[in-house]
C-alpha cells in the first residue's frame, strides 16, 4: 500500500464528517438570520437558496423574458451563470458575474419569484447548483429554503422546519421594510406562500422527519440555541 493511500485512509478515520443541515419553512419564519448564525458560530458554509430563485428571476426580468410564460422561462432557464458565496459571514451572489444582493431584494422580484421558482426546468437547474455546492463543503453546510429537506438533500444529517404565526412574520418584514404597511405586507407574504405550498414541483413542505420549531414566541437568539444543540448532537453522534 502506498503512503499517499495511507494517509488518506488515516485522514478518513479521524476527520470528522460534514455535516449536512437542512432549514426550511415560510417566508418570514427566521430562516436566513438563524442559518446564518447557526454557521458562522459552528465554523459551517452557508446557501441561501432563496437568493438563487430570486438571482434567476432577476435574470429573466432583466432579458426580456415574460416571467408568466412558462414555455419561455423554461427554455432560458439555464441560460445565466449563478454564483452562491458560502461564507455565513458574508454570503454572495452573482449572476453573469454582476453583484445581484441588492436588486435581488426589490419588491419586483419578490412578486415574480414565486412564478420563475414554480417552473420544473427552472428548479432541476438550481436544485443540481444547491447539490453540487452542498457536495463540495468540507465541514458542512446550512442550506435554508422551502424544499431541501424534502427534495434537495433528503438524507441531510438534520431537517428544521421553521413556522411561526402570520402576524409574527409580517411584523418582522415589515420591520425591514421601512415605510411598509404591516397588512400589505401580510396580505402579500400569504399570497407568496399559498403559490410556493401549492406548486406541483417540490412545493414547500415539511419533511416527515424535520424538527419543526415554532418560533412565533421565541427570540432569534433562542432559535439559534436550539438549533446549535441539535447539530452538536448530530455531529457527537456520526
Ligand atoms: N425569532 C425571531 N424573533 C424576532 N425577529 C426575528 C426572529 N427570527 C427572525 N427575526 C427577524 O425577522 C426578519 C426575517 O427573518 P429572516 O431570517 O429573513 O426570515 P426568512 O429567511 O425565514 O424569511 C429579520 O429581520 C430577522 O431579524
Ligand atoms: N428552496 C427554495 C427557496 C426559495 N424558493 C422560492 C420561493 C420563495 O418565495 C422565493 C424567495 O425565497 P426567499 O427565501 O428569498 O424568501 P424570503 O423573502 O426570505 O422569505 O424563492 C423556492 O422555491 N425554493
Not at 415574480?112 to 436544485?127: D, F, N
Request: charged content about 25%; hydrophobic content about 40%.
Amino acid at each position: 500500500m502506498s503512503t499517499t493511500v495511507e494517509t488518506a485512509s488515516a485522514a478518513a478515520r479521524t476527520a470528522p464528517a460534514a455535516v449536512i443541515v437542512a432549514i426550511d419553512g415560510p417566508s418570514g419564519t427566521g430562516k436566513s438570520s438563524t442559518s446564518k448564525a447557526v454557521a458562522a458560530q459552528l465554523g459551517l458554509s452557508y446557501l441561501d437558496t432563496g437568493a438563487q430563485y430570486r438571482a434567476i428571476t432577476w435574470w429573466m426580468l432583466n432579458n426580456g423574458i415574460d416571467v408568466q410564460n412558462v414555455a419561455e422561462v423554461a427554455t432560458a432557464a439555464d441560460k445565466p451563470v449563478i454564483v452562491s458565496g458560502t461564507d455565513p459571514a458574508a454570503p454572495t451572489i452573482t449572476v453573469d458575474g454582476e453583484d445581484a444582493a441588492g436588486p435581488i431584494r426589490t419588491p419586483e422580484v419578490t412578486s415574480r419569484v414565486s412564478a420563475v421558482s414554480a417552473v420544473p426546468e427552472v428548479r432541476a437547474r438550481i436544485t443540481e447548483l444547491q447539490r453540487s455546492i452542498a457536495a463540495g463543503a468540507e465541514v458542512g453546510i446550512v442550506v435554508e429554503g422551502r424544499d431541501i429537506g424534502t427534495t434537495v438533500l433528503p438524507d441531510a444529517d438534520l431537517k428544521i422546519f421553521l413556522t411561526a404565526s402570520p402576524e409574527a412574520r409580517a411584523a418582522r418584514r415589515s420591520g425591514e421594510l421601512k415605510g411598509s404597511d404591516l397588512a400589505t405586507t401580510k396580505e402579500a407574504l400569504i399570497k407568496r406562500d399559498t403559490a410556493d405550498s401549492s406548486r406541483k414541483t417540490s412545493p414547500l413542505a415539511k419533511a416527515d422527519d424535520a424538527v419543526e420549531v415554532d418560533t412565533t414566541e421565541l427570540t432569534l437568539q433562542q432559535v439559534i440555541e436550539c438549533v446549535v444543540t441539535l447539530v452538536e448532537e448530530k455531529r457527537a453522534a456520526k
